[in-house]
């Protein structure tokens, strides 16, 4: 009896040990109702502060009744905020009260189409680039080519390279080009040292380079890519993308926000 007893209780705690591993592990999922349809998002694990604190205010209806208030076909749609509930036609809105958090930027996670994303207060009042969880935007975008993600990444990296050069090679140049025709060998070594430096400085900098798995969002889904690194990015649409495209092609007011209404429920 008693070793039945210890063996039925074992099993209850191996039991319970899995259910608890299953939960951590567990993929959290919401649906976004609205009156043109329902998307059903799913909340990254990789993003946990940005997850929890979006599902509590799921919890508490704050989503409830709230509007997709900013809507820029082939950019985003944006809603939550809570000055947008009971809006009359018209009203600037988007500055419900703000509830920031700390960012969680990941390379592994960027702003393909679906991507659900936190905005944030302009950086000038908000230096440490925070999130305002309070109120969420969808990345609709578009579908760019290889060479378009070129241009982006040249766009971000040759200003920085063109201000090391700055730092590190000119200074050095009158030296250089002495020791070109004097020394050789010296030459040599001393521009092996110039671009040691302005490689490491480069690489440690806020260059852009986008992953191959951005690449082949971008060139076939779309998105938006020059978002990334600075919005988080916490979970993407799974089911109900032509939701997001019907809505990013109402026609909106001067101020971006649709002429027809579109609440949200979120549970």
């Not at 070129?150 to 920085?160: F, S, Y």
């Not at 649409?237 to 579109?262: F, H, Y």
Request: with cysteine.
């Amino acid at each position: 009896m008693m070793r039945m007893m210890v063996k039925s209780l074992l099993g209850i705690f191996f039991a319970w040990f899995l259910l608890g591993q299953g939960l951590e592990a567990q993929e959290v999922t919401v649906r976004i109702k609205t009156n043109m349809g329902t998307m059903r998002v799913k909340l990254y694990n990789e993003t946990p502060q940005h997850r929890d604190e979006f599902i509590k205010l799921v919890d508490a209806g704050h989503f409830n009744g709230t509007l997709f208030y900013r809507v820029i076909e082939h950019f985003v749609i944006q809603g939550g905020s809570s000055d947008s509930r009971n809006a009359p036609p018209g009203k600037h809105i988007g500055y419900g009260t703000a509830q920031n958090i700390s960012s969680e930027f990941s390379s592994d996670l960027f702003h393909k189409k679906g991507a659900l994303c936190a905005p944030r207060q302009p950086e000038a009042i908000n230096h440490f680039r925070m999130s305002d969880i309070s109120q969420f935007y969808i990345v609709h975008g578009r579908v760019y080519t290889h060479e378009e993600l070129d241009v982006l990444e040249k766009r971000v990296n040759n200003p920085i390279l063109r201000e090391l050069r700055e730092l590190y090679y000119v200074p050095h140049k009158p030296e250089l080009d002495r020791l070109r025709e004097e020394d050789p060998h010296a030459f040599n070594a001393l521009i092996r040292e110039i671009r040691a430096k302005i490689d490491f400085e480069f690489s440690v900098s806020d260059h852009l380079k986008f992953t191959e798995a951005q690449r082949e969002a971008y060139t076939t889904v779309g998105g938006l890519p020059d978002l990334d690194g600075d919005y988080t990015v916490f979970g993407e649409v799974v089911e109900g993308k032509d939701v997001l495209n019907r809505i990013a092609a109402l026609p909106t007011d001067k101020n971006d926000r649709p002429l027809s209404d579109v609440k949200i429920t979120i549970e």
